[in-house]
């Protein structure tokens, strides 16, 4: 279930997990539940996208340009 | 034909890898009076039979690199931007429609364009499998991008549903969804793999 605004979604989530989030943000900095499920998930985001950045090489980079040159999208 | 009108503080874009269905979307996004802007520098051919609807013959990404493409002057209409393009996307706000297809139509239809048979085919299906990994991507954890995920193959297959979505993704009415569904010519997009 999903509630959408301009800048937020709500997610739901199994109350039980919500409770032990809130026991373990206490006395952290995080000030509510929204914004430690937030952090963590750019966390996993931002993990994802810098295994695959290290996946893409230069190599990888001048072949899709040699492609895009032969396809007629680069000069 | 009632013309749709999009929000012209937004940057709309049609993406994807080459070969991929970004014209064909294009087509559709033109064929429901969905403001497009291309130029006629990369006529139709047999690769495109009904136009490439690009802008500068395909060859913005040169621009986008150099930070010479006037982004800005296309807020409110739809233009295409090949996958690797969208790495140099400067700040804005945008709405990119990212089309995938069949990964070994993509190659075929790579090696038609060429006129070459490609002799690392395998190579070239995984560079393109990383590149469109890393955009995808870094186009999900932009703050500035919304991106909705379409499929070639499936909009051949039900192209009503799939234009549903994409007219529902730009906040438009369906009353030239007909007129949309008409552009899906399934004689000219027939080269595709049973199963995809």
Do not use: W
Not at chain 2, 62 to 86: C, D, H, M, V
Request: charge should be neutral; avoid cysteine; charged fraction near 30%.
């Amino acid at each position: 279930m999903e509630k959408e605004s301009k800048n937020y979604t709500t997610i739901s989530i199994p109350t039980p997990l919500a409770k032990k989030i809130k026991e373990r943000i206490k006395g952290t900095g995080f000030t509510s539940l929204s914004s430690y499920v937030t952090y963590v998930l750019r966390e996993i985001i931002s993990s994802d996208k810098e295994e695959n950045e290290e996946a893409f090489t230069k190599e990888d980079e001048e072949k899709v340009k040699d492609r895009l040159r032969a396809l007629g999208y680069l000069e | 034909m009632i013309p749709m009108k999009l929000d012209e503080n937004v940057n709309y874009i049609v993406s994807g890898q080459e070969r991929s269905g970004t014209s064909m979307l294009m087509q559709i996004l033109h064929g429901g009076s969905i403001p497009t802007a291309f130029d006629d520098l990369r006529p139709a051919d047999d690769h495109n039979i009904k136009g490439y609807y690009e802008l500068e013959g395909g060859k913005i990404i040169n621009k986008l690199i150099n930070n010479e493409f006037p982004i800005s002057k296309y807020k409110g209409y739809f233009i295409k931007i090949t996958a690797y393009g969208l790495k140099f996307l400067p700040p804005g706000e945008y709405k990119i429609i990212y089309s995938e297809r069949n990964i070994e139509e993509t190659l075929d239809s790579i090696e038609k364009m060429i006129r070459k048979k490609d002799l690392n085919r395998e190579e070239t299906k995984s560079n393109i499998i990383k590149l469109n990994n890393l955009i995808k991507n870094e186009i999900k954890v932009r703050t500035d991008i919304h991106v909705l995920f379409v499929n070639y193959n499936n909009i051949l297959e039900r192209p009503k549903d799939n234009i549903k979505k994409i007219l529902n993704f730009l906040n438009l009415p369906e009353d030239n969804l007909q007129k949309m569904i008409d552009t899906v010519d399934l004689k000219i997009y027939h080269n595709t793999r049973t199963n995809a």
